[in-house]
């Protein structure tokens, strides 16, 4: 089953690579250390000196090996040199093609690409780019996402698609807890990839008042009024918070760049100010409207009901899926 293991590791889970900071070192190593597959998320910019002293700090934090996400979209290539030769585990990419040339140079480092996919064709160029395991992430998903498609009906055509294949396919979107693993597992998964509900953990380094909002809000809406401007035509997943209810219908001529100044935030050590409709997430350093802000969340948001320390997260969503598997054993033969 799912959570003996993938890709080497212990646990067939993946925390996803959560931006623009969310997902730093501390909580990176704190899911590495509880077995599971933590991801560090590379800044949307050229800067390899700084992410090889991401990358280091996490190696301090952890013996355990972990992986840094990277956005196709932004620019990324010197960076990629970086994770490389500090021969990190796992090189995850979405949002663009990753072609084999790529792969095959990954793989000379020791490094194992994930790639993340959201559509059936995307996950066939990853197969035929050779990558070592693929995330079908469902329209479910909190933040940006990259299909249409309900993780219900992509994940098994993704599952044909690699059958006979030594390819671990990692279902994400909307999942939160043992009985989504399970029900993942059951679709033909051999992992999961969670990002909201690693939000909602002592160690990510979200603005509390995020992680506040997402134990006590259920709903969640698919727009695209926010970012416009940074990263166009990538509409995605937020909280419904009272901000959104009264700006869902923002007009499509309308963006984040003439609107007034809400906020101001820290990012990898870059000052940034923060307009509405910007996009940007609250984290720790961020002051200002912090409620009128992007709350990227997932549909499974509404399950949350608490803020635990990652490393049990771990080890309760495997013990949920214990559970639920042996009751319904249980269930079948009685």
Aim: charged residues 25%.
């Amino acid at each position: 089953m799912g959570w003996r293991g993938i890709l080497g590791f212990e646990y067939g889970i993946v925390q996803a690579p959560l931006g623009p900071d969310i997902s730093g070192p501390e909580l990176v190593a704190a899911v590495a250390n509880a077995g599971a597959i933590g991801t560090l998320r590379t800044p949307d910019r050229e800067c390899p000196d700084y992410l090889r002293e991401l990358i280091r700090k996490t190696k301090a934090l952890t013996s355990q090996p972990f992986g840094v996400g990277v956005v196709l979209t932004f620019p990324h290539k010197e960076n990629i040199k970086v994770i490389l030769e500090e021969k990190v585990g796992i090189l995850q990419v979405s949002w663009g093609e990753f072609p084999k040339e790529l792969v095959l140079e990954a793989h000379r480092a020791g490094v194992k690409v994930v790639h993340q996919v959201g559509s059936l064709d995307e996950a066939e160029k990853a197969v035929n780019a050779g990558v070592d395991a693929i995330i079908v992430q469902g329209r479910e998903a909190g933040g940006h996402v990259l299909g249409k498609d309900g993780l219900m009906s992509l994940l098994p055509k993704v599952v044909d698609l690699v059958a006979g294949q030594d390819i671990p396919i990692i279902a994400a979107g909307g999942i939160v807890d043992g009985r989504g693993y399970v029900a993942a597992l059951a679709l033909g998964a051999q992992g999961i990839g969670l990002g909201t509900r690693f939000v909602a953990t002592e160690e990510s380094y979200a603005h509390p008042t995020y992680k506040r909002k997402l134990v006590e809000l259920d709903k969640t809406e698919y727009t695209d009024i926010f970012g416009r401007v940074r990263w166009p035509d990538a509409p995605q997943r937020v909280l419904q918070t009272p901000f959104l209810i009264d700006w869902r219908l923002l007009p499509d001529h309308e963006n984040e760049a003439n609107q007034p100044i809400i906020g101001h935030t820290t990012i990898h050590r870059t000052e940034v100010e923060i307009r509405r409709f910007a996009g940007t997430v609250p984290n720790v350093s961020t002051t200002g409207d912090i409620e009128s802000m992007a709350m990227y969340a997932g549909e499974g948001a509404c399950l949350i009901k608490e803020i635990l320390p990652a490393g049990l997260l771990v080890l309760r969503l495997v013990e949920e899926a214990k559970l639920v598997i042996k009751q319904q054993s249980l269930d079948v033969t009685s």
